[in-house]
């Protein structure tokens, strides 16, 4: 090679391995990941400028920061076309503002200028101040070179003399580039009915999604994806982001009237003050973006994999979720000690590896009025304590796992008798109850220790591997009246902040225990909890039908293995029946459970239900951490199918279950992806239902010519487990 083309390549390289590239001629900053480039600019101005997000670049001193606008009229001032990458609120700018104060004197002017940055490794940080007073923010980003991410948040500092109110601090504004036509794909839902797809047209004004329910909420999920408009599964440009959040959060995603796009996300500005004093910081929650050039199916699985190996407590090295049995549905507030080891003793016999004994083993639970809030054990139910039951568990070599709902407590119970005051309340207002509960207030320091004082005693009093954390409703009248009265309303924060300081104590202490993240099914999903946690429970509604959409909606965002999936018995919720076969082929695509009464289940059953846990041991690696193709969609099909090709492309499997056939037509043939074209693999149903005879296919005929599977009547279903040869 010619010496000259030689060194460009060779500076080409140096220069893509550079996560973070700075250029001191233009001013700019270029930061790279495998699958995307992110780039600023300094205007002369001293304003930090968004100038590109898309496929990757690879040389910063191609870029300039632009110059500034022209105002267009006195309605339309220059602030306004410019794509600013950290906006305060302050000048002309009528835009979603990232942060916005009020000074003790009134003013509530702040215009943001570039200070300093600091680049370590992946790391860069960006010092911003405003034009007078030292109110600084330093915006903190970090890139995941291999993973196509980029993390975003932000430390705003009173470095004043004088007391501030932060009045909306965001995490991050992601600037699309300029354009129209874009597409936003977001998830809605409520109780029961979580995690449903929505895609609609962009249009100039604002969509917010959020919650100012105190917890991330059933009814959006802090997770958006905005498409160029003709993007599909596999092809088309997605720009995506999921916030990590606990608490009340806010999206914004705003069109201008002059073509640009823009998302705004962080802490929900809604009933929202946080004052600083000279000195104080307030951290905002990360917001973590990347884009795909090709489609959604890219996007989800850059996210899926990012959240097992950089978000999930031990990461890449984190065991495979056990097959789990949860006691609710079968006994609900039912349980007793006999109950309980019959159960054990049938699970045992299916395979299951952990027992996880739900509500009602505690004070006087016997239903949902009384008795949250005394954690100590029933004696009517459990004469000799739980260590009768865990020893039990532990002898038929299954784990054991306990229900809590630490953050509640029953107007009926000890604990509320003896600290009406711990409550979150405005005094002299009523105090609404949900399900018959109201909520401590976590943000409280007494609080805090008391809740981490109970959970820490009964990890170490039992051998409990694993909490499942309940969480079943959602704030109201959110008053703090031991605090200062401008204060209050940091409880909104405060709470989070102490609900992850409970769980990162509770793990650092017992480095074994395993914790599940339950909102009444699917109220508390975001990525800062997720890094404390390692389950969740998706849903309240185990109907397989309905389960369709919940879990295609929840793997947009988040990966099969954190999503807990249990088998029921039949007629669920909406009084549908299914096979049992078509449940457990549903609740197999994520971390498989059974919560079924098994008393109840005849041989045939039990025969069944071994079988299928045995199939699932054989494809858990590849289900819970292999790459998602999501080939036909449960709200345009009636076959749904997913496929899962596990890490090494040694294994794949596919899922195919149809809710209805129509006309007596046969279930559409099934183009496989993301296999070995060249390669050969051993092709089997579970439960025989492929068409094809052949036992080896050709990784190019599967992709290119597909599979038929024999799938008949209502809610039949397969999954089809294919080995390279
Ligand atoms: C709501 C959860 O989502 C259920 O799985 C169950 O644990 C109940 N709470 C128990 O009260």
């Avoid at 903190?140 to 991410?149: A, M, N, T």
């Avoid at 990012?306 to 979720?321: H, K, N, V, W, Y």
């Avoid at 009248?477 to 992850?500: C, H």
Wanted: aromatic residues 10%; hydrophobic residues 40%.
């Amino acid at each position: 090679m010619h010496r000259a083309a030689a060194l460009l390549l060779l500076s080409v390289f140096t220069l893509a391995a550079q996560s973070i590239q700075y250029s001191d001629s233009g001013k700019t900053w270029l930061l790279n990941t495998r699958q995307s480039s992110y780039a600023m600019g300094l205007g002369a101005d001293g304003a930090l400028r968004h100038l590109y997000w898309g496929a990757p670049l690879w040389r910063s001193d191609d870029l300039t920061a632009p110059p500034p606008r022209r105002d267009i009229s006195s309605f339309d001032p220059r602030q306004m076309l410019e794509a600013e990458e950290f906006p305060g609120w302050g000048g002309p700018r009528y835009y979603e503002p990232a942060l916005k104060i009020t000074r003790d004197n009134g003013n509530r002017d702040l215009v943001l200028r570039y200070v300093s940055h600091r680049i370590a490794g992946n790391d860069l940080d960006i010092v911003l101040k405003d034009l007078n007073d030292p109110i600084e923010v330093t915006l903190h980003y970090r890139v995941y070179p291999d993973y196509g991410i980029l993390r975003r948040s932000a430390t705003i500092r009173n470095a004043t003399q004088r007391a501030l109110t932060v009045e909306s601090a965001q995490s991050a504004t992601w600037n699309l580039p300029p354009g129209e036509g874009y597409q936003l794909t977001y998830l809605t839902g409520r109780w029961a009915a979580e995690t449903q797809v929505n895609h609609e047209p962009i249009h100039e004004g604002q969509k917010v999604l959020e919650s100012r329910k105190g917890h991330t909420s059933h009814n959006f999920n802090p997770w958006f994806a905005i498409d160029s408009g003709d993007a599909g599964e596999e092809h088309g440009s997605v720009w995506f982001g999921a916030l990590g959040w606990s608490g009340n959060w806010r999206i914004s995603i705003e069109q201008t009237p002059y073509r640009q796009v823009r998302v705004t996300g962080g802490l929900n500005s809604f009933d929202f003050s946080y004052p600083l004093k000279p000195g104080e910081t307030l951290e905002t929650p990360p917001f973590f973006g990347g884009f795909s050039a090709a489609g959604f199916g890219p996007a989800s699985r850059m996210l899926h994999r990012f959240t097992r190996e950089q978000i999930l407590p031990g990461g890449a090295t984190s065991r495979l979720r056990p097959v789990l049995y949860n006691s609710w549905e079968a006994t609900t507030f039912a349980v007793n000690e006999q109950g309980q080891k019959d159960l054990a003793g049938k699970a045992a016999k299916l395979g299951v590896e952990m027992f996880v004994m739900d509500d009602g083993w505690f004070g006087a639970r016997n239903n949902d009025r009384a008795g949250l809030g005394d954690w100590t054990v029933n004696p009517q139910k459990f004469p000799q304590g739980l260590k009768g039951l865990i020893d039990h568990v532990t002898s038929l070599k299954m784990d054991f796992g306990l229900w809590v709902e630490p953050e509640m407590v029953n107007a009926n119970s000890d604990l509320y008798r003896a600290h009406p005051d711990w409550v979150i309340n405005f005094p002299g207002r009523p105090r609404s109850e949900l399900r018959n509960q109201m909520i401590l207030n976590l943000a409280r320091a007494d609080v805090k220790e008391y809740i981490f004082g109970f959970l820490d005693r009964l990890a170490t009093e039992y051998n409990v591997r694993y909490f499942k954390w309940d969480m079943n409703r959602s704030f109201s009248e959110p008053g703090w009246p031991e605090a200062a009265p401008a204060d209050q309303r940091k409880l909104w924060v405060q709470y989070v902040l102490n609900l992850y300081e409970i769980l990162d104590r509770l793990r650092a202490k017992h480095p074994n225990l395993e914790i599940e993240s339950c909102s009444g099914g699917g109220g508390r999903i975001d990525l800062s909890i997720l890094q404390r946690i390692d389950e969740v429970w998706p849903s309240d509604n185990t109907d397989a039908f309905d389960r369709q959409r919940i879990q295609e909606g929840f793997s947009m965002a988040y990966p099969a293995k954190i999503m807990s999936a249990w088998v029921t018995d039949v007629p669920n919720m909406n009084t549908r029946s299914t096979p049992l076969a078509f449940r457990f082929l549903t609740a197999m695509q994520g971390a498989l459970g059974v919560g079924s009464n098994l008393n109840k289940f005849s041989e045939a059953d039990s025969a069944l239900a071994a079988g299928m846990i045995a199939a699932y041991k054989r494809i858990r690696a590849t289900v819970q951490t292999g790459d998602l193709f999501r080939l036909a969609s449960p709200r345009t099909n009636d076959v749904t199918v997913n496929q899962y090709v596990a890490a090494d492309g040694k294994q794949a499997v596919v899922f195919a279950l149809r809710h209805s056939q129509q006309y007596n037509t046969a279930a559409p043939t099934i183009r496989l992806r993301g296999l070995d074209a060249r390669a050969l693999y051993k092709v089997e149903s579970v439960n025989n239902k492929l068409v094809e005879r052949q036992p080896q296919l050709s990784g190019a005929y599967l992709m290119q010519v597909g599979l038929n599977v024999n799938l008949r009547g209502d809610f039949d279903g397969t999954a089809i487990i294919l080995e390279r040869q």
